[in-house]
């Protein structure tokens, strides 16, 4: 199991950092799913 994950963020970052938690979509712009968005919504 990894120890750490990497996040890039944009619009979003002020709100995550302030919140303590981290965002991300569950479909892209033409409704398409990302495996990116799918990890983060898994438990480590």
């Known amino acids: 199991m990894p120890s750490f ?12 950092v302030g919140g303590g ?4 979509p ?3 712009k033409d409704g398409g799913q990302n495996q990116f968005y799918k990890n983060m919504s898994s438990p480590i």
């Open 5 to 16: 994950w990497w996040v890039n963020q944009n619009q979003t970052y002020k709100a995550e």
């Open 26 to 28: 569950k479909v892209n």
């Open 21 to 24: 938690y981290m965002w991300s």
